[in-house]
């Protein structure tokens, strides 16, 4: 690994570990800085999908159910640059398609971001593109997650 992708990685460490902050701000922040990484460095985009196991994407999940329309906006930005490059972590993350899904389904909320629902949609069309994820995409989540 050359010095420039672990400088990277690095980065994308620091920003991952910082979604968890107690600090809203540092939180913020963080997705923030990790959405402008993913648009601009491709490369990057698998190792956030990838990194602790898709804890990443766990919690651009959860961003995107937050009441801070920064934070659903950045989250679903991210999610679509990443899905971009990489499809398969994005579907297999449980919860994910349904923030996703949450997310659509909330467009004429009034504390719901419209950059959010529009990067959702997009997000969405952009994991279409893999035929082999289409009945995943168009499945019916509720059955599976009621079960015991």
Do not use: W
């Not at 990489?86 to 009034?110: E, F, N, Q």
């Not at 035929?131 to 015991?148: H, I, N, V, Y």
């Amino acid at each position: 690994m050359d010095l420039e992708t672990l400088i990277k990685q690095s980065t994308a460490t620091l920003l991952i570990s910082n979604l968890t902050s107690a600090s809203t701000a540092i939180s913020t922040a963080a997705l923030c800085e990790l959405r402008l990484l993913s648009k601009s460095d491709p490369s990057i985009r698998p190792f956030i999908a990838t990194v602790d196991s898709g804890a990443t994407l766990s919690h651009l999940s959860s961003a995107l159910l937050s009441t801070s329309s920064l934070s659903q906006e950045n989250a679903a930005a991210t999610l679509l640059n990443t899905s971009i490059s990489v499809k398969h972590p994005l579907v297999s993350t449980a919860g994910l398609l349904d923030a996703i899904s949450h997310s659509l389904s909330s467009h004429r909320a009034a504390d719901y971001s419209p950059a959010a629902v529009q990067s959702a949609a997009a997000t969405v069309y952009s994991l279409s593109l893999d035929p082999s994820l289409c009945p995943t995409l168009g499945s019916d989540r509720s059955e599976t997650s009621s079960a015991p």
